[in-house]
Structures are given as C-alpha cells and as structure tokens.
C-alpha cells in the first residue's frame, strides 16, 4: 500500500552554487514518516550544504523544497532568491530540528537550561512544562542526572546526547544530524550511534549525514551517496555499501574502510 500523506521533507532538482561554486547541481530526495535517510560522500561533495537547505538555513537558487507536502515560496531570482514567508520559515525550521557535529551548546547554560531555551522563547511553551519534556529527554538519552551541569563538565558524548535531546524537546517533525559522530572518539561515539539507534526503531524521520558506514548501514533504510553535488547512486544500505555499482562509490568505500 502506498502512503498516502506526503513526505515530511522532499527536495526537488535543487541547485546550489556559492558565487560560481556550484555546490548542488540537481539534487532531489525526500524522507517519509518513519524514514532514516544517510547522506555519505567525500569532503566538499555538498553533504552538510544539503541539509542546511532542507531546514532552509541556506538559501537555493533552484529547485524546491517541499515540507509535508507544502512547498516553500520564494522570492527573487538565482542568487537573489530567498523564502518570502518568515512564519512558514520559522514553522519548517522548528520543525526540522538539526544536531550538529559540534554541538553547540550555550557554555554559559547548564543542560537544562540548554534543552529548555527554544521550547520556551520559541515555542512559547510553560517554562514548568518545557522543563518536565526535557528532564524526560535527558533521561531518555542516558544523562538525567547531568541537568545541572554546565556543557564543560561534560564528557564529548554526553554533550551530544544533550544536543539531541535539545532537538527532540522542539518536538520536531524530523531531525537532521549532520556528522554527529565525528567529533567523539569511538568509545564515546557508540554512546551517541546507541542513542540514533534507538531513535529509528521509534520510528523517527531521520536525515543523517554521516562518515560512520556502519551507522548508515545499521540505522537507516536509505542511503544517498552524493559526488560532486550530484547523486551518484542510492539504495537501501545492503545494495549500496555491500554491493556498490558505480566506479566512485566503490572508490569511496574502499577509502572509508581503510581510514
Ligand atoms: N559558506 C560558504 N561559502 C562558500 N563556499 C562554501 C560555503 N559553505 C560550503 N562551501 C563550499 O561548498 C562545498 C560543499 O561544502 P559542504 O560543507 O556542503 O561539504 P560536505 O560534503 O559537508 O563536506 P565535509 O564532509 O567536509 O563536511 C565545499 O567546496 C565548500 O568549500
Ligand atoms: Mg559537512
């Protein structure tokens, strides 16, 4: 049976270029409910650009982008093209919650504080409320007891899992992960790929860009290998890790396993 309702993030044909760099050249994909979609490709092949435009964090001088079926309006032409409708930026940004590599935590706010800043001056919603979510979060992701620890006293894997349940607190429609492993180092990175993990199996709308073949493999049902700011070959993770077809993505392969 097919699904009825439309994706929850759909992008089409987008270009993308800085000044005469074309980044993104014709790229179109879209995740489901429930899908986890991993983006893999060398250095400068457009990965993070992509997911900057989904949330539109960055603008595009063509294509579309679509969230939950409604497409983004726009205003202007090539570079100067830009989204004309600030409430539906603001709703699709909140609603495509994005952790980054770094983290990005307020140094200055504790955990709590962290996870409860956008949910009460963004969303509105009670300070008590937003509190309860996040405590809920922070438990659920392993570091209940740190909400009163500032990110410094933290070890690298406990501030990304702060950083996650930062994003589910926004109660997001889905989550964009771009490389949220590579900072840590592997004892700490399996906290984090545990946490992911757990997330899929919820049944979780998941973009992840990621150089972790094994989290691709193990957490999503659809992999994107991007060159160039093109598309080279996707598939579900068994065809395109295991039995890769072009030239490029078994050249990339072979290099991620020997790093
Ligand atoms: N703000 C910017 N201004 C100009 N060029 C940029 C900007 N951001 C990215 N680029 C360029 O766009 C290209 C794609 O960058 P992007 O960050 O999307 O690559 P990536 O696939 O995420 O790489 P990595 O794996 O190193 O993170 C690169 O050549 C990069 O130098
Ligand atoms: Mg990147």
Known sequence: MTDPAPPVIEIRDLHKAYGRLEV????????????????????????????????????????????EGEPVEWRGEGARRHPVDRAQLIRIRTN?????????LWSHMTVLQNVTEAPVTVLKRDREEAEASARAY?????????????????????????????ALCMEPRALLFDEPTSALDPELEQEVVRVIR?????GRTMLIVTHDMRMAADVSGHVVF??????????????????????????FLSAAAAA
């Open 198 to 202: 757990a997330l899929a199996g919820e």
């Open 96 to 104: 495509l919650s994005m952790v980054f590599q770094q983290f990005n």
């Open 138 to 166: 922070l438990t659920k992701v392993g570091i209940g007891d740190k909400c009163d620890a500032y990110p410094a006293q933290l070890s690298g894997g406990q501030q990304q899992r702060a950083a996650i349940a930062r």
């Open 24 to 67: 993104l050249r014709g790229v179109s994909l879209s995740a489901r409910k429930g899908n986890v979609v991993t983006l893999i490709g060398s250095s400068g092949s457009g990965k993070s650009t992509l997911l900057r435009c989904c949330n539109l964090l960055e603008n595009s001088q063509r294509g579309e982008v679509l969230f």
């Open 226 to 251: 991007l060159h160039q700011g093109r598309i080279e070959e996707e598939g579900p993770p068994s065809e395109l890790l295991d039995a890769p077809k072009t030239r490029r993505l078994q050249q």
